[in-house]
């Protein structure tokens, strides 16, 4: 079932988002070499409290931190520890999902640290881009195979491969609501678009091939080449006009 969102819905979705934006925010700033991606999780926590809102994630389906953080080859889902620091070079994956006063806000991006390898920097590029591409797509009139054929051209075209095994989603009251939204198909197809509409865009980019794995604690998603791969989302609602985005300052 689709849930339209009513204006004053999509407002509180977007104050939800904009501290969804703010922990982004503190994320890039904090991630340099040293830092642990436990310190990268209270730091979080601390700043949903400050701002009003608390983690969408701990606690769902047993998840146990407030954010997920994913480095190099590490795509979803990973759970932040005291024992994995960073190290200049390589690139680190955030999502980072807010309830506030009832509603989600959920947003997503990579990020380097310190320097990175030329195909590093080109596969955040990519992935950010095709985030972009499928987000200028969410208008009345085209369907959901309209973002996702638009993500895929964007990223295969420079040479990456977008995951097929995991979607972008609705969001509103609830952190996954329908309709699923691939980040592949075909133009055209899916459901029709329309005003009132919130989902969460999310292309998940692999340098190598597209397949995946999850670890043995059931939760971190890896690339199955253990290629590197990025991962950019935005919560983004359909209006009569232009997207708009929610998880932004």
């Known amino acids: 079932m689709i849930v339209l969102k009513s204006p004053q819905e999509i407002a509180l979705m977007r104050q939800a988002g904009r501290i969804v934006a703010e922990v982004l ?14 310190e990268l999780d209270r730091a979080a926590a601390e700043r949903m409290a400050l701002r009003g809102g608390r983690s969408s994630f701990k606690g769902y389906r047993g998840y146990p931190a407030y954010i997920c953080t994913m480095i190099n080859h590490e795509l979803v ?10 190290k200049e070079g390589d690139i680190l994956s ?13 947003a997503g991006t990579t990020v380097p640290v310190g320097e990175v390898s030329p195909v590093a920097r080109q596969l955040l590029e990519a992935t950010e881009g095709s985030l972009y591409a499928g987000i200028a797509q969410a208008r009345p009139g085209n369907r959901i195979g309209d973002i996702s054929v638009a993500v895929q051209k964007y990223v295969e075209a420079r040479g990456f491969s977008v995951i097929r095994e995991y979607t ?18 075909r133009a055209g197809r899916g459901l029709a678009l329309k005003p009132g509409m919130t989902f969460a865009i999310e292309p998940m980019v692999a340098q190598g091939d597209w397949h995946t794995r999850v670890l043995d604690d059931g939760w971190m998603v890896i690339t199955a080449d253990r290629s590197l791969s990025a991962y950019f989302e935005h919560t983004v609602a359909v209006t009569d006009g232009e997207p708009e985005i929610l998880t932004k300052l």
């Open 25 to 38: 925010e503190l994320m890039r700033a904090m991630a340099r070499p040293g830092v642990s991606t436990a």
């Open 77 to 86: 889902h990973g759970i932040p520890s005291n024992q994995r620091r960073l």
């Open 168 to 185: 972008g989603h609705g969001v509103g009251r609830d952190m996954h609501e329908e309709p699923q939204v691939p980040n592949f198909g």
């Open 94 to 106: 955030l999502d980072v999902g807010v309830i506030y006063k009832g509603f989600v806000g959920d």
